[in-house]
């Protein structure tokens, strides 16, 4: 739809900028429109009066001095505007009041005895101008009422176009005479109902340049979604076109407008075209050959379309998607259309890249031009559901796909897009010869890829996605093909896989067989630095879907160096795919394809050799560059001796790897990784190549932990089937990091998006003692700055060391120097002083160690903690056996031994159990012993699984089903689990009695401490399992301990929630019953509660009926032993005072009658009664025949009933207690 503006952009600029020596340039034809402008410049009187105004009005005057025209415009500004003023205002008013109306019904205009036209041609100046503005507000009036279609005024005055010029001459002084009555948005809408509406609205914007953005602002606010379907749209394009056309600086600013509001996208698009029109005249006017870069029109045509169908905004991508939609159904010749005109400014710019094209070579320098365009197209097919023309669009497009880029990035890029279009767009090979080509052209990138990949430096090359389509096409994946092409485009796609067809075939027939594609991609080198910043599709992308398929087992082609090598290449930020590709090579090594897959073939798995060499290799040499070798300072340590010796296992690990050798624990070595030069990021070790070595050593403990999964969950069906795969050994495991791996991947989680979570998963199935909430929790503490600046220096070596620890108690500020230097010190490098650290810690146990160093060694231990946990603890557990005679040597213990039997831990020296922060860590040691105890039980029971035969017992007929006897195996598992636990709670409970120097003082306050840790501990071991506290409790403890557990363990309120003291009660145990009735009167004061009054109420009776049944003797131990439970009871429930009470009255009956009962009563027992402790006096003591007789155990205890009485009438009823 070609527009022309009756203003010259020249002239307009001109008149914006008031440049009259330009104006004074141009031909009288030009500066026609803008006269009344010019004409009222001359007249008005100036506020300015320099020279240069002076001079530019005469300027002026001389450009009007030879124009007829000019009397007339003088003519219609000599007339009273005042008095016309008042006049419009009547009108308008008039206006409102009927409502639009007729023409015979105005103020401006009386006796029109003539036409309309006719009276504007015989009139004076003041009458063409009331004529004008009685029509133009008649319109205006008219225009407010509502109206189905498009209103079009009829009249003869702007229709006629003889009378255009001097109609917009008395329009525009008009409104400048009277802007407050006639503002120009509301006067150019009106203007869009009446014939020459576009020009007289140009024209009206030219003579008041100022008014351009609130003109234009008006029309497109007031515009419709869709402009082309509507006459009035058109209009409305047409009026908004011109004026940009008249002011083109203005016209990207309209456009913006246009997609902000969501309206007029035909304007957006005539714009946009206009804009590129207007950029290749002026670069071909300067003699520039750029203008064919953009196919023979300048513009961001491309690059508009493309942000507005791919907008983050989801309405004005719907909006545009409905133009492009309606559009089609007009006919593609029809030349109004807006689309029309974009399709074939399109198709122009293929044409024009298609010139460069020679011997299908397409040049660098329209690579990237040519890739925005393929990708345009893509879009407008998926998103707005363009249908590509069969003779303008389809050879075109295809013709430029299979061109031949150079091999560059763009090249790359280029390819990939077309690839991606041939499945986007399946109509270009609709054809028998399109496809001919499109064969032709995969087959060329297949047999370039290699040199593309090389030439072009770029990591992501176009042969990954080929692989990745041929494996999908391969499988019947259509849908993930779909994925993947929208992924690469950065758009949705909708293609239905039923259109596939044709490019199916080229893949799996003529191009790539599925032996073919196997082969191709184990050759395909791996991604180096492969990391989740690097975009595109990959080779690694390939491998896996061809792992997941089951491609590689099929055709019996290795796969495990690849994957290898791409683990050692990788770094971070971690590849995504890379655990999914690990976890599907775990399964294609174990797992059959298929549910009955005898006869399958299988992956080989990593040896334990290349994963040595890997882990052989320090983590630490990526933190080497912030270590610096001073003189000051202590010899640097060996930072990877601790993966290369971990000590002699016991039974399973009897083998011994060779860089374990020559390197203890205990030697301190230079490690030229730490020192003043730096180790470059790609290290080699035993011809591996190893990237990053933390990424490499995380993906590989990955892999082992899912391997040792995989394997575990599935041994009985391997068995079934009669297959022995590889198991790796605990001495591989034994010399892995795991711990300090996982402390380094939490920190940086961000960095191992997809690894974190699935690893912590595994360590908490085969290494709970690994992943204890106190580990994530604990935060070392910093270093006492005040001692790092004490003289003397203290050498930090195994002998130093130790000396100072042998010395701890006479000389504690040596080593609490040494113990803050050590705490300075990154972990890996305190780690070869871990063996002196752990072998003298019996030297700290010695009395008059001051407390300060006992806690700094503790947390020195913590630190060491976090790099090599599991070497450490064997450490300490055999540096704290206690010392055995020399007659009776032992051997050292492994770790081995203390899995087997965690109690180890606890038959260290008895000192321990008076020492709180050694203690500490005990308890520590002692609760990740006993989680590895629980999961070594598990795994073996996992590694030896019943077969499915019956099992037939010697000298008997039944046979016992393999289920029953998996059933039996499991509880002796839990039975063993359970006798270790509560042997362990045991021994805690023998170390938190009371010895005869701690009833007050310091000893007082250090069993405190360690009753604490103690219970701690247990309110832990309660809490994971009920069924312990229960066995514990059945098996009993001393008396004297019942109250401190009950008010340290706060879980012991299970006890009365699992209700199983009455289970305790009913034993036929007396000692056991009593146990129960103590338990229950601590239990009561400490958890007052409805359940614990019905225990409380059931351990009465049965004191009650015990009381009836026993004899004498028993009858005596329970009421002795009972009276003080009694009164706590009381205290707790004052409800049962009455139960209470008669038990007592019982009580003393019973003791009344077996005191009138024995055979010598004595004359005491009546008058000592408040004193059942009775001692006689010093004096009767010395005289044999004065000293009385013994008061008898029946007087005695009748003493304490009475006095138990009062306690328990003072405890419940006379106290200021509410309940």
């Keep these: 739809m070609p527009v022309t503006s009756p203003v010259s952009p020249r002239v307009f600029k001109a008149i914006e900028k008031s440049d009259i020596h330009t104006l004074a340039c141009c031909r009288e034809e030009e500066i026609r429109a803008i006269l009344p402008c010019l004409v009222r410049m001359s007249l008005i009187a100036p506020l300015d009066h320099s020279e240069e105004c002076i001079a530019g009005r005469k300027v002026i005057l001389r450009i009007l001095s030879g124009i007829e025209v000019v009397n007339s415009l003088v003519a219609l500004l000599s007339i009273d505007f005042p008095a016309l003023e008042i006049d419009v205002k009547k009108e308008q008013q008039l206006r409102q009041k009927l409502g639009g109306g007729s023409q015979n019904e105005s103020v401006l205009v009386q006796n029109l005895a003539n036409g309309l036209a006719l009276e504007f041609e015989c009139s004076d100046p003041t009458r063409r101008l009331r004529l004008l503005l009685s029509e133009l507000l008649l319109v205006m009036a008219q225009i407010r009422d509502p109206h189905q279609d498009f209103y079009h005024k009829s009249s003869e005055l702007f229709d006629n176009p003889c009378y255009l010029e001097e109609v917009s001459d008395v329009l525009c002084i008009a409104l400048a005479e009277l802007p407050a009555l006639l503002p120009p948005a509301e006067v150019a809408e009106a203007l869009l109902h009446v014939t020459n509406g576009p020009t007289l609205i140009a024209r009206m914007v030219a003579n008041q340049p100022d008014c351009f953005r609130e003109v234009v602002t008006g029309l497109v606010m007031s515009g419709d979604k869709q402009d082309e379907d509507t006459p009035g749209g058109l209009l409305r394009l047409q009026a908004v076109r011109t004026l940009c056309q008249m002011n083109p600086s203005q016209a990207l600013n309209v456009r913006a407008l246009c997609v902000e509001q969501c309206r007029m996208p035909g304007l957006a698009v005539y714009l946009t075209l206009d804009a590129g029109k207007a950029g290749s005249g002026v670069a071909g006017s300067s003699g520039s050959v750029g203008s064919s870069v953009y196919g023979g029109e300048g513009g961001d045509a491309v690059s508009f379309i493309t942000g507005l169908l791919l907008s983050h905004n989801h309405q004005q991508r719907t909006w545009f998607a409905h133009f492009v939609k309606s559009g089609q159904r007009r006919k593609y010749e029809q030349q109004a259309s807006a689309l029309a005109a974009l399709r074939t400014d399109l198709s122009e710019r293929l044409r024009n890249l298609l010139l460069f094209n020679s011997n299908d070579t397409l040049p660098d320098s329209q690579v990237i031009h040519a890739t925005a365009l393929l990708r345009l197209y893509c879009a407008l097919k998926s998103l707005a559901n363009l249908k590509f023309s069969e003779d303008k669009e389809i050879g075109l497009l295809l013709q430029l796909v299979t061109c031949h880029p150079p091999p560059s990035a763009a090249g790359v890029r280029f390819v990939s897009t077309g690839l991606c279009m041939l499945i986007a767009c399946p109509s270009l090979i609709s054809s028998q010869e399109n496809e001919r080509k499109a064969s032709e052209w995969i087959k060329w990138l297949v047999k370039e890829e290699a040199y593309f990949a090389g030439a072009s430096g770029v990591s992501s090359s176009f042969g990954a996605m080929l692989l990745l389509m041929a494996i999908h096409f391969h499988v019947q994946q259509l849908s993930a093909i779909i994925e993947l092409v929208s992924a690469a485009l950065g758009m949705k796609v909708l293609t239905r896989a039923n259109n596939l067809s044709r490019i199916k075939y080229i893949f799996t027939h003529d191009v790539f067989t599925e032996q073919v594609v196997t082969a191709h991609a184990v050759k395909v080198p791996v991604t180096s630095g492969l990391n989740a910043n690097i975009p595109g599709f990959l080779p690694v992308h390939c491998v896996y879907h061809q792992l997941k398929s089951r491609m590689f087992t099929k055709h019996k082609v290795p796969i495990k160096d690849w994957i290898y090598n791409q683990i050692c290449a990788s770094v971070t930020p971690l590849h995504p795919v890379m655990p999914q590709l690990i976890e599907v090579y775990v399964n294609s090594i174990i797992l059959p394809a298929s549910k009955g897959g005898l006869s399958d073939t299988f992956n080989e798995p990593i040896s334990e050799e290349e994963i040595m060499s890997v882990f052989s290799q320090s983590i630490f040499t990526e933190k080497a560059s912030s270590l610096v070798n001073q003189s000051s300072k ?6 990877s001796a601790p993966f290369r010796n971990l000590g002699r296992r016991k039974s399973l690990l009897r083998e011994k790897s060779p860089f374990m050798s020559g390197v203890s624990a205990g030697h301190i070595m230079p490690s030229p990784s730490v020192r003043t030069h730096h180790r470059p990021s790609n290290t080699s070790c035993n011809g591996v190549n190893v990237t990053s070595v933390m990424t490499s050593q995380l993906l590989l403990l990955y892999y082992l932990l899912l391997y040792e999964d ?24 034994a010399q892995l990091p795991i711990r300090y791996l996982l402390s380094h991947a939490q920190k940086e989680q961000r960095l191992y998006a997809g690894l974190f979570s699935p690893l912590v998963k595994l360590l908490v199935s085969h290494y709970p003692q690994l992943c204890l909430v106190e580990d994530w929790l604990y935060q070392s503490p910093s270093a006492n700055s005040s001692l790092g600046i004490l003289p003397p220096p203290v050498p930090l070596d195994p002998q130093s060391v130790t000396k100072a620890m042998e010395d701890a108690a006479d000389k504690p500020g040596r080593l609490l120097i040494v113990l803050d230097r050590l705490m300075r010190m990154p972990p890996h490098q305190v780690w070869p002083l871990a063996a002196p650290i752990t072998a ?41 056996q206690p010392e055995q005679p020399q007659s009776k040597l032992r051997k050292a213990l492994t770790e081995d031994d203390i899995i087997l039997d965690p109690l180890y831990v606890l038959r260290c020296d008895p000192r321990v159990n008076r020492c709180a922060p050694l203690l500490q860590l005990v308890i520590y040691m002692l609760q990740v012993y006993l989680l590895s105890s629980r999961t070594f039980l598990s795994q073996q029971m996992q590694n030896t699984p019943l077969v499915n035969t019956p099992h037939t017992p010697v000298g008997g007929n039944t046979t016992t089903p393999p289920q029953a006897l998996e059933e039996e195996r499991e509880k002796l598992r839990g039975a063993l689990v359970l006798t270790q636990e509560s042997a362990a709670v045991q021994i805690l409970l023998e170390a938190c009695l009371m010895n005869s120097d701690e009833k007050d003082g310091a000893g007082a306050l250090t069993l405190q401490e360690i009753r604490s840790v103690a219970c701690s501990f247990i309110h832990q071991a309660f809490l994971k399992d009920t069924t312990l506290a229960k066995l514990v409790h059945f098996q009993g403890y001393p008396g004297e301990l019942i109250g401190p557990v009950v008010r340290g363990v706060p879980s012991m309120h299970i006890a009365i929630g699992l209700n199983w003291i009455p289970e305790l009660l009913q034993l036929p145990d007396l000692d056991k019953q009593m146990f129960a009735v103590e338990l229950t009167s601590h239990l009561a004061l400490q958890n007052a509660m409805p359940s614990t009054l019905s225990i409380s109420r059931l351990a009465i009776n049965t004191l009650a009926t015990l009381l009836s049944v026993l004899g004498e003797e028993e009858r005596l131990s329970i009421m002795e032993a009972s009276l003080p439970s009694l009164v706590r009871i009381g205290r707790a429930f004052p409800s049962l005072i009455d139960d209470l009470l008669h038990l007592l009255v019982m009580y003393g009956r019973v003791g009344a009658a077996h005191s009138a009962l024995s055979t010598a009563p004595s004359p005491h027992s009546i008058a000592f009664l408040d004193k059942p402790d009775y001692e006689e006096d010093v004096a009767c003591e010395t005289i044999p025949w004065l000293r009385p007789r013994k008061v008898p155990q029946e007087d005695s205890l009748y003493a304490r009933i009475i006095s138990t009485f009062k306690e328990l009438v003072i405890a419940s009823t006379m106290t200021h207690n509410l309940y």
Excluded at 634 to 639: E, F, G, I, V, Y
Excluded at 710 to 733: D, G, K, M
Aim: charged share 15%; aromatic share 8%; proline share 8%.
């Design 710 to 733: 995989v394997r575990l969950n599935n041994t009985l069906q391997l068995l079934a089937n009669s297959r022995r795969i590889h198991s790796y050994s605990p001495h591989l495991f």
């Design 840 to 880: 003298s810690i019996k030297c700290l146990l010695q009395p008059g160690v001051p407390r300060k160093v006992l806690d700094t060694y503790r947390q020195v231990w913590m630190r060491l903690n976090s790099l090599f946990p599991r070497r450490l603890w064997a450490m300490s557990v055999e540096g704290l």
């Design 634 to 639: 202590p010899p640097t340590l060996h930072a």
